[in-house]
């Protein structure tokens, strides 16, 4: 409390001239065509985008991905996979999920300048499924593209507790002579399965 | 040198004496600020964005006590407790005390040049916690025992066959292996193991976000996620600097920050943190260690804007040739070398003077910090304060008589012209001249140029 004070109180010795904040309804560059665009940068950030038509292509899909065809463990945030056989209401333990092998999760939308998609813990009972799979394939309506981060933060609410992140690409580092290397401690790879007709 | 003051020249010339290992790193900086040029060029409102990114951040100095207020009051209604430090010591008996509280013996660390500068690890260490740095480029400047040589790239110093040696070392990899998929790969199995054994996660912060309460913490490698999505606590340490008003301005900042600091057109976990986990503890330690003292600087306080993207870093020439070591400071480079001198005047002299003013690290700055400007205005204040060596001081001084008087200056020219070719090497060339250690003078002219000047156009 004393601390809280003795800085507040150095923080206000000279009070500052007021600067004005910006507006952020600015004129920011939309891009011509978000859903290319966001394929392209997916693409670009070491990701793997693929059309399909509606969800139930999009689940026929799945045993082409050698990530889901060759999983023993998989954990689905999504209705209906076949493979599913990790469910995470019934974990008390996160630490349990420690060897999952493909998680597939629902993102809320995308964003076409950096291809990440939005993805919460609203509904999900252990956020870690989201970092520690080997793989994760994200289920995304293809409506819900965004075109940049402007119109990402319009889209978010942060009214209640919760944890929200913006996925790009699968896990990767360069700390080693800048040698791009996948997979460092997060997912080794991100397939995103863009749902043309929406959720329908 | 001095005890206990830092000598930037000294430690740079070691530096370059390994030629071979000045170019590669050099070369290295080099290619990462060439994709932050292609990642700045793609987004045709780049200047936009830098002004408005600007506007925030002075906005938010502006009023940075309100806010902070607000960022805790809105932290503490979603669960979260918030602490406040002083100082470093004061950080680091916080941070003990909620380990030491919930009977932690292990924690795991993401990237924070918050705690890198209040030395944290070593104080825990000194307590008996382990304390394990989960980046790959800080795990390895960890095991090697050294402080990270960059903010953004820890390890960008180091080679990969002295990364294999390394691991082969600590985490048992086959001798002599270089190959970076190899030894990155080793570093995730063995970390993994450390995840798994955590009892507590500890991130730094990117942005914290008054209106919200909440804070947004940036990684490419999603070991800050994984560190503090398995054990029950939490803790966030930030320095006072980090607050943000508003939400949305996370859309100016996420669209600069990574294609600033390595060309991505954004990073790849940017997870955004309001309140604990269900069942778990977040506490977020506030933390001032001179930044107060900075914020009513007029002339310094826009230093405080600094996002931490590293491009300053990787574009400044004295920063590429002479290596993160040399600053002896947790942030080097142009940024580092105003943050520094503002906390130790005396120890930190050297380093407004490690610079050319060339100013790119002003034309690349995300956050529009004059920081040439800044430099000099250091220079400025150093000298006035008496903080400069003697050699400085003299020439400088000797400098200011000459060139404040017209006689004395063309007088002295002309004698120079003379005189200069005539001297033995050993006058010209000798510790006193820091100019000519490896510099040449060039062959004097017979005339001045305001003699030539006056000839050619007949007067
Ligand atoms: S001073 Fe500017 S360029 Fe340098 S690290 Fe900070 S934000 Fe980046």
Redesign the pocket.
């Known amino acids: 409390m004393e601390s809280k004070q003795t800085i507040l109180q150095a923080l206000r010795f000279k009070r500052l001239d007021e600067q004005p904040a910006p507006s952020l309804q600015q004129n920011w560059v939309a891009t011509p065509n978000a859903i290319a665009t966001f394929e392209k940068m997916v693409a670009a950030v070491g990701g793997n985008c693929i059309r399909v038509r509606n969800m139930q292509d999009g689940l026929a899909k799945l045993p082409e991905l050698p990530c889901y065809a060759d999983a023993k463990k998989v954990c689905s945030l999504v209705e209906g996979v076949e493979k599913a056989n990790v469910f995470l209401d019934d974990i008390a333990d996160p630490h349990d999920l420690e060897d999952v092998d493909v998680a597939i999760v629902r993102g809320e939308f995308g964003v076409a300048e950096n291809g990440a998609v939005w993805l919460t813990d609203r509904g999900v009972k252990h956020r870690v499924i989201y970092f520690i799979p080997q793989h994760i394939i994200v289920l995304l309506d293809a409506d819900q593209i965004v075109h940049n981060m402007h119109q990402a933060y319009e889209r978010v609410g942060f009214e209640q507790a919760g944890f929200g992140v913006f996925l790009s690409g699968p896990s990767k580092t360069a700390d080693i002579e800048q040698s791009l290397v996948i997979g460092a401690h997060g997912a080794r790879s991100l397939h995103v399965l863009l749902l043309e007709n929406g959720g329908a | 040198m001095t005890h206990g003051v830092s000598d930037h020249p000294q430690k740079a010339a070691e530096f370059i004496s390994d030629s071979q290992r000045a170019h590669w790193h050099d070369g290295a900086l080099w290619f990462v600020r060439d994709k932050r040029d292609a990642a700045a060029r793609s987004v045709p409102e780049w200047e936009q964005l830098r002004e408005t990114a600007r506007q925030i951040k002075a906005h938010a100095l502006s009023r940075l006590p309100d806010y902070l207020e607000e960022f805790e009051r809105k932290a503490t209604a979603l669960g979260a407790q918030v602490h406040w430090a002083r100082d470093a010591q004061e950080h680091n008996e916080i941070v003990y005390g909620i380990l030491k509280a919930g009977g932690v013996q292990r924690v795991v660390k993401s990237k924070s040049m918050l705690t890198e500068e209040c030395h944290l690890n070593p104080f825990l260490e000194q307590h008996g916690i382990e304390v394990v740095d989960t980046d790959l480029g800080e795990r390895i400047v960890q095991l090697r025992q050294e402080p990270p040589s960059h903010?953004v790239l820890p390890a960008i110093h180091i080679k990969k066959e002295e990364v294999g040696e390394c691991f082969h070392e600590h985490l048992g990899t086959e001798a002599g292996a270089t190959d970076p998929a190899y030894l990155t790969e080793a570093a995730r199995q063995h970390l993994r193991e450390r995840f798994m054994q955590a009892d507590a996660g500890i991130t730094g912060v990117n942005f914290a976000i008054a209106e919200t309460g909440g804070f947004v913490v940036c990684t490419n490698e999603g070991n800050a996620d994984l560190g503090v999505s398995l054990p029950n606590l939490h803790i966030a340490c930030m320095g006072l600097e980090k607050i943000i008003p508003r939400a949305a301005d996370l859309g100016v900042f996420l669209r600069l920050l990574a294609r600033?600091a390595t060309g991505q057109p954004i990073t790849t976990y940017s997870s955004h943190f309001h309140g604990p986990r269900a069942g778990g503890a977040l506490h977020i330690v506030l933390v001032d260690n001179g930044r107060s003292a900075l914020q009513q600087s007029e002339e310094h306080q826009r230093a405080l804007s600094?996002?931490?993207?590293?491009?300053?870093?990787n574009t400044c020439p004295v920063y590429r040739r002479s290596g993160g070591h040399s600053y002896e400071t947790p942030v080097p480079g142009?940024?580092g070398s105003i943050l520094a001198p503002s906390r130790d005047p005396e120890k930190y002299a050297s380093l407004p003077f490690a610079c050319s003013l060339c100013g790119s690290?002003t034309d690349?700055?995300?956050?529009k910090?004059d920081?040439h400007h800044q430099l000099l205005t250091w220079r400025r204040e150093l000298a006035e304060s008496g903080h400069l060596d003697w050699k400085k001081r003299w020439s400088m001084r000797l400098a200011g008589v000459v060139l404040g008087r017209v006689w004395l200056y063309r007088f002295a020219g002309k004698a120079m012209r003379i005189v200069l070719p005539l001297l033995p090497r050993f006058l010209k060339y000798n510790p006193l001249n820091a100019w000519g250690k490896q510099r040449e003078l060039p062959p004097m002219p017979r005339k001045s140029f305001r003699e030539q000047y006056r000839r050619r156009h007949g007067k």
């Open positions: 903010i600033s600094c996002i931490r993207c590293g491009a300053c870093l142009p940024i690290c690349v700055c995300p956050v910090i920081i």
